[in-house]
């Protein structure tokens, strides 16, 4: 208790050096800890983007291009399902619903999906949250549209606007669907996954805006189909770009997965959606682990500072050494009083790193969640957590060894004697 008194004076008697320091360490401690909660909060939203789905399925490719284009909304399909296979699927006595989805279109470079009001009742994220609107209701007209927070927010839409859905994935696009205006009847609450930037139709509305295209362009103006006439027409698709299956019981979807992807009629591909995003976890969570690469060295970039400012500190300190060793210290206690005080300043400067990284996020945090749909919760210290500012704090105490081995093997005339 007498060596952490004296360390703890000894450092307010060099309270600038101490408090720079302490600060440098605070620094690197909230940016190792920020960039970890970043971590989690960035790989929960990944696993969260879907849930409650058994199986995916499209043409036949790479499971990873099946969940980018089906479940992100990036890239293409290389071919789409038939209408036939999918019923067939749908209707199978072990499966309990579907979603259908086509893809293809867009308006101002948000991605347009074409789905069922299916899709509101067993779309699930986060665990088993379900999408919830913040005003209006979901598409029921055939020319009826429901947007994503990102799409209101950015374009200033609201329930009643009127949008125009364009050919192709361009953000601008020469190739619009004028004649087969959309209207907004609802807006999403914000997700923080791809449904934030995607507007919703129906299924039957993708067959409407395309009934009159041939080959990418419209039909002549003669011969072109408008929005009234078109709601006369049969309006189930050809094809969908794929779909999403919910089991009665789990334990199928592997029996279910086989018989998709051995499906003869023609080539299919089903996926598990967890599997897939782990996978996916695997490929991009290389630049993760590197950043949190930089930010463990930003931490002994800290230490190192700490441990400079002991060493160059200790010539100066000479005389107290040798005052402390005449009264009656020995090698041993100058030891202890050097390697605490390394202690004091590591847990010092990790305390204030904690205080930092949390007023940091709770400043953040709305930010985060309205712009970029990126939910940082703040929680607790978890065991990882834990371990991590343990082990910079031993780090800091071995460190602290190093100055106060040299102070120990220092004698009581070294101390004494003046250097010129």
Not at 330 to 347: D, I, W, Y
Request: contains cysteine.
């Amino acid at each position: 208790m007498k060596t952490l008194q004296l360390a703890w004076r000894s450092l307010r008697n060099r309270r600038t050096t101490a408090l720079l320091t302490i600060s440098a360490i605070a620094v690197s401690v909230a940016l190792l800890l920020g960039v970890e909660k970043m971590r989690s909060a960035a790989r929960e939203g990944f696993s969260n983007t879907v849930s409650g789905v058994d199986l995916i399925v499209g043409a036949r490719s790479g499971q990873l291009n099946l969940l980018l284009y089906a479940v992100f909304r990036v890239g293409d399909a290389t071919a789409n399902v038939s209408w036939e296979s999918y019923q067939k699927i749908a209707r199978h006595p072990d499966v309990s619903w579907t979603i259908p989805i086509s893809l293809g279109d867009s308006h101002r470079g948000f991605r347009v999906m074409g789905t069922t009001p299916d899709y509101f009742r067993h779309y699930r994220f986060a665990g088993d949250r379900e999408m919830r609107f913040a005003s209006g209701k979901p598409f029921a007209d055939l020319y009826d549209a429901v947007i994503g927070a990102d799409v209101a927010a950015q374009l200033g839409y609201q329930v009643g606007s009127a949008i125009v859905i364009a050919h192709g994935l361009g953000n601008v696009s020469f190739a619009e669907h004028e004649d087969k205006p959309f209207t907004v009847v609802g807006v999403l609450e914000r997700t923080g996954t791809p449904i934030d930037r995607t507007v919703h139709v129906g299924l039957q509305a993708i067959t409407a805006i395309h009934i009159d295209w041939q080959s990418g362009m419209q039909a002549l103006p003669g011969a072109r189909v408008s929005a009234e006439q078109a709601r006369a027409l049969d309006l189930t698709p050809q094809s969908i770009t794929a779909f999403m299956v919910g089991m009665e019981s789990k334990v199928m979807t592997f029996t279910m997965q086989r018989a998709i992807n051995e499906y003869r009629q023609e080539p299919l591909l089903a996926i598990i959606p967890g599997v897939a995003l782990t996978q996916m976890w695997n490929l991009v969570g290389i630049a993760d682990t590197a950043l949190m690469i930089v930010a463990a060295f930003v931490v002994l970039a800290g230490l190192l500072g700490m441990l400079t400012a002991i060493l160059t500190s200790l010539n100066e300190r000479r005389r107290e050494m040798a005052i402390l060793r005449s009264v009656g210290a020995g090698p041993r206690h100058v030891f202890t009083l050097l390697v605490t005080e390394a202690g004091l300043l590591a847990s010092a400067g990790v305390a204030a790193g904690i205080a930092l990284c949390y007023g940091l996020i709770f400043a953040a945090q709305p930010v985060l969640e309205r712009r970029f749909g990126i939910f940082l919760d703040p929680g607790g210290l978890r065991s990882y957590d834990l371990a991590i500012l343990g082990t910079i704090i031993l780090a800091a105490i071995l460190m602290g060894a190093l100055p106060a081995w040299r102070a120990y093997r220092n004698t009581l005339s070294d101390g004494l004697t003046i250097r010129v």
